[in-house]
């Protein structure tokens, strides 16, 4: 488990546990609340492939001394990009964007004619 003295501004996570294993993420903010209590908050780099249906947030909520349990400390920049390469390709195909219907050229049978010599 890590402790809080290894948390700093630019150290590279992973959440091995909670809503989004897997996923890398940099230490964003420390600090102290209002009430005296020390977080952490976390930039979320990619989600691993086929693990989320929807896309979520890029940024964490304020996190407590005892989430750190839930996380592993990878290190540098370096050691984050060798992670972040060796993740699979998303299984999703990408579709090409559909033309919308005026740009297509091809009126639709059923539309009105705006002039009658057209």
Request: hydrophobic letters at 35%; a positive charge; one cysteine or more.
């Amino acid at each position: 488990m890590m402790d809080r003295e290894e948390i700093a501004l630019g150290v590279y996570l992973r959440q091995t546990a909670g809503d989004r294993p897997g996923i890398i993420a940099v230490v964003h903010r420390v600090g102290t609340s209002l009430s005296g209590e020390w977080f952490f908050q976390l930039r979320y780099l990619g989600c691993p492939a086929g693990t989320r249906k929807r896309s979520g947030s890029e940024w964490s909520v304020n996190l407590r001394e005892t989430d750190l349990a839930h996380f592993d400390l990878i290190g540098p920049w370096i050691s984050a990009q060798a992670l972040l390469a060796s993740r699979p390709p998303s299984s999703k195909l990408r579709k090409d964007p559909a033309l919308l219907t005026w740009r297509r050229g091809t009126p639709h049978p059923d539309q009105l004619r705006m002039f009658d010599d057209c």
